[in-house]
C-alpha cells in the first residue's frame, strides 16, 4: 500500500484553466503538507494543514487554494493557471518532527 | 527562520570512491536535521535523520551523516559509492515547533562515474 499517494502523476493543461490535484496518505498522520519543486529543483513549502486546520500559509498566489476534508487528505486547487505554475508539486505527511516527513511521488504540472 | 545551504550543486565520483555531501544550517536552537534522496522522476526518501543524542548518525543504504554544532554543519557521508547512488540529494532543517516545518536546501546532484 502506498503511504502518500498523489493523483494524478502527470498533468498538461492550458493557461487559464483551472485543475486540482489530490493527495491521500494513510499513515495516521495528524500532519500534511504541499511543497512546490521549481525547474532548478528548489523545493519550497506552500500550504500545511493539521487535524483540517490550516497552519502554514506561505506566500503563495491566492489563486492556489489548499482544502482538507479530513485530517488524510489534502487538496490543491489551482485557478487561472499560468505558465509559472509549471512545477513538480510534492505532498507530504508527517506525524512527530522527529521523525521527518513522508513524501507522495509528485505531480509533474505543467502549463502550455 | 531556518535556512539550508548545500555549496556545491554537482559533485561527481568515480565509483568506490568515498564521498561528502556538505550541508550548513541556520538555526537559533538545536535544529532537527535531515537527508532526503531523490531520483530521477521520483518523490523524495529520507536518508537519515537528527533530533538529538549522538552526532553521528546511520542512515539507510550506507549513508551516515555527522552533526557539528561549532560548525553549524549536518554533511553526509558514504564510504563506498555504488553507480546507484546518482541522484539529487538534499539536506533539511526543521523547527522545533511551527507546524513541522522543514526547510530544504537546494539540492546537490551527484554523478557516478563507472
Known amino acids: 500500500d502506498t503511504a502518500v499517494s498523489q493523483t494524478p502523476k502527470y498533468l498538461v493543461t492550458q493557461m487559464g484553466n483551472d485543475k486540482s490535484i489530490k493527495c491521500e496518505q494513510n499513515?495516521?498522520?495528524?500532519?500534511m503538507y504541499w511543497y512546490k519543486q521549481d525547474s532548478k529543483k528548489f523545493l519550497k513549502i506552500m500550504f500545511s494543514?493539521?487535524?483540517?486546520?490550516?497552519?502554514i500559509n506561505e506566500t503563495v498566489p491566492n489563486r492556489f487554494s489548499p482544502k482538507s476534508p479530513d485530517k488524510a487528505h489534502l487538496n490543491l486547487h489551482i485557478n487561472s493557471l499560468e505558465l509559472g505554475d509549471s512545477a513538480v508539486y510534492f505532498c507530504?505527511?508527517?506525524?512527530?518532527?522527529?521523525?521527518?516527513?513522508?513524501f507522495g511521488s509528485g505531480t509533474r504540472l505543467t502549463v502550455v | 527562520a531556518q535556512s539550508v545551504t548545500q555549496p556545491d550543486i554537482h559533485i561527481t565520483v568515480s565509483e568506490g570512491a568515498s564521498l561528502e555531501l556538505r550541508c550548513n544550517y541556520s538555526?537559533?536552537?538545536?535544529?532537527?536535521l535531515f537527508w532526503y534522496v531523490q531520483s530521477p522522476g521520483q518523490g523524495l526518501q529520507l536518508l537519515l535523520k537528527?533530533?538529538?543524542?549522538?552526532?553521528l548518525v546511520q542512515g539507510i543504504k550506507g549513508f551516515e551523516a555527522e552533526f557539528k554544532r561549532s560548525q553549524s554543519s549536518f554533511n553526509l557521508r558514504k564510504p563506498s559509492v555504488h553507480w546507484s547512488d546518482a541522484a539529487e540529494y538534499f539536506c533539511?532543517?526543521?523547527?522545533?515547533?511551527?507546524?513541522?516545518?522543514?526547510?530544504f536546501g537546494t539540492g546537490t546532484q551527484l554523478k557516478v562515474e563507472l
Open positions: 507530504a505527511s508527517s506525524q512527530d518532527p522527529n521523525y521527518g516527513y513522508t
Open positions: 499513515l495516521g498522520h495528524d500532519t
Open positions: 494543514y493539521n487535524n483540517k486546520e490550516l497552519i
Open positions: 538555526y537559533g536552537a538545536t535544529p532537527y
Open positions: 537528527y533530533f538529538s543524542g549522538d552526532t
Open positions: 533539511a532543517v526543521g523547527a522545533r515547533g511551527g507546524g513541522n516545518k522543514l526547510t
